[in-house]
């Protein structure tokens, strides 16, 4: 097992490592301290042949806010960052008895903020304000112009990490379908971004629900055809719940909502889905755009393979 380097101290990293795009190297950012003052975030590349104590520091910022973050979002060129007003207390971890999630620590009057990181040259910009936001899991970003990137994320209760999975929650369902989200919350569902680096504004916008079905736009451990990582995309597929035993896999299309499809089946149950590519496509690459056939292989449910 490896270790950071000793100093400057790492308070923590990402659990979701970033390829990339169009190269082996590996992106990841952490927050470092020093033996005073204010902790600062390291954007971090890993190329094949570094160890892990010996990365690229491709850049350094002081955020405004401590936050926690699960994950972070790449395109071809920048790194973006959703900095929350959600954080982990450590004072609290003796009276948790040393859980993690019981010591998340929310405020929602207060904003999120977006730092954006040039992969090229270190060039940071921000932060860009917007409305109170929390997410564990982005879905995927790309530049939509030399000065707007598109990042689109799933909607996070952070105090589900410490409510959903307790025991007697998982054994008592409720025996009706609640009506309220599990994967989503206070209804705000997946979410796009249009960052303008120039003008420094963030706009945010939901996706239409042309289906009509509760599940297609609340659904959270979204996995795309890394292929697509980093660049204009269309499908996504996640899982969306609700009242624990009301679970369905989604297939969502952010480019035509009318193609969404939605496999759910009482008393079935589904986990974080992961994508396979359909063995001996050849993708066909246009500009700004790779297309390809995106399809869940060897899985027998009708509404999922579309292959």
């Known amino acids: 097992m490896e270790y950071p380097a000793t100093y400057p101290m790492t308070l923590n990293g990402c659990a979701h490592w970033m390829r990339e795009p169009g190269t082996d190297n590996s992106i990841n950012f952490a927050f470092k301290k020093g033996f005073t003052g204010a902790p600062w975030v390291e954007v971090m590349r890993w190329r094949p042949e570094d160890t892990f104590q010996t990365p690229e520091v491709v850049a350094k910022f002081k955020p405004t806010k401590f936050s926690y973050m699960h994950s972070f979002s790449i395109t071809e060129s920048h790194v973006v960052f959703l900095f929350y007003p959600v954080k982990i207390d450590p004072k609290k971890f003796p009276e948790s008895n040393f859980h993690a999630f019981e010591v998340f620590d929310g405020n929602r009057t207060d904003k999120t903020d977006v730092f954006v990181v040039n992969l090229k040259n270190g060039d940071v910009k921000g932060p860009f304000s917007t409305d109170y936001a929390y997410s564990a899991h982005h879905i995927n970003a790309f530049e939509k112009s030399e000065e707007e990137i598109v990042l689109d994320w799933c909607p996070t209760p952070f105090e589900n990490m410490r409510e959903y999975l307790k025991l007697e929650n998982m054994l008592n369902p409720p025996a009706t379908f609640d009506p309220e989200s599990v994967t989503t919350t206070g209804g ?75 496999f759910y089946r009482e008393n079935h149950y589904f986990g974080e889905t992961h994508f396979l590519p359909t063995p001996g496509l050849t993708l066909i690459r246009y500009p700004k755009l790779i297309k390809r056939t995106n399809c869940f292989q060897g899985v027998s449910l009708r509404m999922m393979v579309s292959c």
């Open 188 to 262: 705000v569902e997946v979410t796009r971004f249009t960052i303008n680096t120039r003008e420094g504004t963030v706009k945010s916008e939901e996706f239409p629900n042309t289906i009509n079905s509760k599940f297609i736009n609340n659904f959270d451990f979204p996995t795309i055809n890394e292929e697509y990582r980093g660049k204009k995309y269309c499908i996504t597929y996640g899982m969306a719940a609700f009242a624990y035993s009301r679970v369905a896999v989604v297939k969502k299309n952010v480019c035509d909502p009318d193609k969404d499809e939605v």
